[in-house]
């Protein structure tokens, strides 16, 4: 690469600025309701997710199914309204195949995502910290060496969407309220906390 590590990832970091995500504040606020409403429903333990990968307990997919399902609809909705639209990124299957390996042996090993990980750590779990500082930097790593990993992780089959396949965009509603009703199919069962000493 001609760049030296620091200019590519300054440059990188002015990219991500000038594509106008939303004002910081308010990146900020949706991080820390995102945040509150995981620590309220617990799911950033590692019983909840252990829980589920054994099929003992349903809160972690009843969350998922439900938040993932009124986020389509309202996005739908909002893309109709010319309030929204979509930002798809390209069907690589090298590197999904690659990438679902690495993520399900990090999850395995921790016992959370990247999305309840953080939350954990808020919280004084210092085993998730070092898997945090590690997916960041594997991460950064990354990023720096894609240009060379682009032969490895495989073709760009294009930005490929399921409303494209079964050639309706009303699609995306259907599998909003059918994730919904899952949400709430699912059984209540839950597995309860094991509580230590401090």
């Known amino acids: 690469m001609n760049l030296n590590i620091v ?10 600025h000038k594509q106008h995500h939303g004002s910081i504040p308010l990146i900020l606020f949706i991080g820390i309701l995102f945040g509150v409403i995981i620590q309220w429903s617990r799911v950033d333990t590692f019983d909840k ?3 589920f990968a054994i099929l003992h307990g349903f809160k972690v997919p009843k969350m998922l199914f439900l938040a993932i399902g009124i986020a389509s609809i309202g996005l739908y909705f909002m893309i ?3 309030w929204a639209h979509y930002h798809i990124k390209p069907i690589v299957l ?3 195949l690659i990438g679902g390996v690495i993520f399900a042996i990090g999850m ?10 953080p939350v954990a750590v808020s919280e004084g779990n210092i085993d998730v910290l070092t898997g945090l500082i590690g997916g960041l930097l594997a991460g950064a790593l ?4 894609y240009p060379d990993l ?3 992780i495989g073709p760009n089959l294009g930005k490929v969407t399921l409303a494209q396949l079964v050639n309706h965009d ?3 509603f259907i599998y909003g309220a059918l994730l919904i009703f899952i949400a709430f199919w699912l059984p209540e069962r839950e597995v309860e906390e094991e509580v230590g000493e401090i």
């Open 170 to 172: 009303w699609f995306i």
């Open 150 to 152: 682009k032969s490895i």
């Open 108 to 117: 395995a090993i921790l016992g959370l995502c990247p999305g309840t990980g």
């Open 7 to 16: 200019e590519f990832f300054s440059q990188t970091i002015d990219l991500v």
């Open 80 to 82: 109709k309204m010319g």
């Open 142 to 145: 990354f990023t720096y060496l």
């Open 94 to 96: 090298g590197g999904i």
């Open 49 to 51: 997710i252990a829980g």
